[in-house]
Each structure stands twice: as C-alpha cells, then as structure tokens.
C-alpha cells in the first residue's frame, strides 16, 4: 500500500477506507483475503477445527451425561474457529471495529426505534411468558438444547440478514450523479479529485457507481455489524424485562398450580424461559427493521449516508487508479 503524502489520493483515500471500515476496498487487502479464501488453507483448517470440536463436545456431553453438550459445543466452537479466522486473516477486524463504533456512537438513535419497536412486541411477548406451556418447555430444557436453540434463531436472523441487506447495498448505487460524487466525497482525501473528475468532461467516475465483489461484501459485512448490535441491544432489553417481570409474579405458588415438574427449578425456569424470548425477541425484530418501511427508515437512516459516502468515493478511487 502506498504511503500517504499530500500529493498522493490514493494512498490517503486507502488511508481513509481502512479508518472507516471499508477494507476490502483497498486492492491490496482484497489479495490477502483472496489467498486466505483459498482452499488450500481453508480446507485443512476446517478438518482441524471440526475434529478438535467433535472431540470437545463429545467429551463434555460423557462429563454432563447431556447429549444436547454435544452438537451444541460442536457448533459453538466451529461458529469460534469462523469468527476468529474472519477477523483475522480475512481482514473483517476493521470492519467489525467501526460498525460497532458506529452503532455505539450513536446509541441516542436507539431511544426512539426502542419506543417503537418494543411495546408491541413486549405485549405479544407478555403473553407467551405467561403461558403454562411455554414455562414448561423453555423451563425444562437442557442448557445445550436451550443454546441450539439460541444458534437456531441467530442463524435464521443472519441468513434472513443475507438476503435483504444487498437490497440496501443496491439502493446506494443505483442514482450516482455528479451531486452524490460531491456530497460524498466532501470532506474526504479525494474532495479535490472529486471536483476535479466532474469538472472534466472526458472524465466519468459515475461509471463506477456499481458495487460488486468483495467490495460488496465489505458494505453488507458493515451493514450487518450494525443490524446485529442494534438488535442484540433490543435483545438485551426484553431480556431484563422478562427477568424483573418475572421475579415480581412467577412466584412459588403460581409455578407449583402449572404443575410444571416436581424438579421444577424457579430460577433457573425464570432464567431459561427469558433467555428463550430474548432470542425470539431478536429474530422477530431482525425482521421487522428490515420488512417494515417504518422500522426500515429509523434502523438505516444514518447507515444509509455512509453507504452512499462509501459508493461515492469508491467510484472517484477507481477513476484515479484508472488514470494513475
């Protein structure tokens, strides 16, 4: 990667891209991930990690005679192994790292899409919490069948999460005109080549508006580290909800008139039961926030300038790589 001088834009715009989250966006980085994409390293790591998992689980379902610690450790491990292999040699770090200074920088957005997204859903919620079934279900389940189920919801969030958030992505770079270029990049190392580029009549940067790729990927990487938090933070909330409510009137009596099980645990029911709506909680609103045009707006108005922010420099980067 070059190095930063007053008189190079593109070292500093690659400065600029790996400060913002958008990493991918440097050619050099994208090699590095290519390479680490290769099955030739990916392979041989997989087969490594599965087996030291299978063994890790196998091991603490004989300690806790829990056959659920089995499948449960296998995929928390391999979800580990993932996680650490992508921030690392897959360069998502930087993109992690800003989304969720994004998000955390702007948690006075919250207040308003929690006053909307909660209440209803705190009143559905309400309802099953109070259900005798789902006491007795939620309540009698095993700590690794209660996480399966945790994983079983995440999972169905972020693939849900998959699917709508490059819709998102389009939207950003489907109206590039000269107008956007200079919004987005004002502010930017490539201000001045911006205005330069759309003062030049042979010169047509909007012809890189499309995103695709890895670059693609990096803007839906942020997206979703953005989504994720938000929603986990919401999460979090309904399951502190559940906890105070519950203590207050899931008392000895009640548990004991549901007949829930002679070896009925009230606290450990109160905890399992709330931890098990939370998750429900987190992939109702998972999609809610991205189905819902109301949701939709409040979730992904500031992400959405970023977007554009990152559309527009990148097809201003292009152009000055092209003609370098």
Not at 53 to 58: E, I, R
Not at 78 to 84: K, S, Y
Not at 176 to 204: F, I, K, M, W, Y
Request: proline fraction near 4%.
């Amino acid at each position: 990667m070059r190095t930063p001088g007053p008189a190079d834009p593109i070292a500093a715009a690659d400065a600029w891209f790996l400060e913002h989250g958008l990493s991918y966006f440097v050619p050099e980085r994208r090699a590095d991930v290519r390479n680490a994409l290769r099955l030739k390293r990916t392979v041989p790591l997989l087969l490594v990690v599965a087996l030291l998992a299978a063994a890790a689980g196998a091991g603490l379902a004989w300690v806790s005679g829990e056959f659920s610690a089995a499948p449960a450790t296998l995929v928390s491990l391999g979800l580990v192994a993932a996680g650490w292999y992508a921030l690392t040699a897959l360069q998502a770090a930087q993109i992690v790292a800003w989304g969720l200074k994004r998000t955390f920088g702007g948690l006075r957005r919250l207040l308003p899409m929690t006053t909307r997204a909660l209440p209803l859903l705190l009143l559905a919620i309400t309802f099953l919490f109070i259900n005798t079934e789902m006491w007795q279900v939620g309540g009698n389940l095993s700590v690794g069948s209660l996480w399966l189920v945790v994983l079983l919801f995440a999972l169905l969030a972020v693939a849900f999460l998959l699917v709508r958030l490059p819709e998102e992505v389009d939207r950003a770079d489907d109206a590039v005109d000269d107008a956007l270029l200079l919004r987005a990049c004002a502010g930017t190392p490539l201000e001045q080549s911006c205005r330069a580029l759309v003062e030049d009549p042979d010169a047509d940067p909007a012809a890189h508006a499309e995103v695709t790729g890895f670059e693609r990927w990096n803007l839906i990487l942020v997206l979703m580290v953005v989504q994720v938090v938000q929603v986990l933070l919401l999460s979090v909330a309904v399951f502190a909800f559940l906890m105070v409510f519950g203590s207050l009137i899931m008392t000895g009596p009640v548990i004991d008139a549901w007949r829930a099980g002679e070896n009925f645990n009230e606290s450990r029911a109160l905890i399992q039961v709330s931890v098990f709506l939370a998750a429900f909680s987190g992939l109702y609103l998972t999609v809610s926030t991205v189905t819902d045009e109301t949701y939709r707006a409040q979730f992904f108005s500031g992400v959405t300038r970023e977007l554009e922010r990152a559309v527009g420099m990148r097809a201003v980067y292009l152009t000055l790589r092209e003609t370098a």
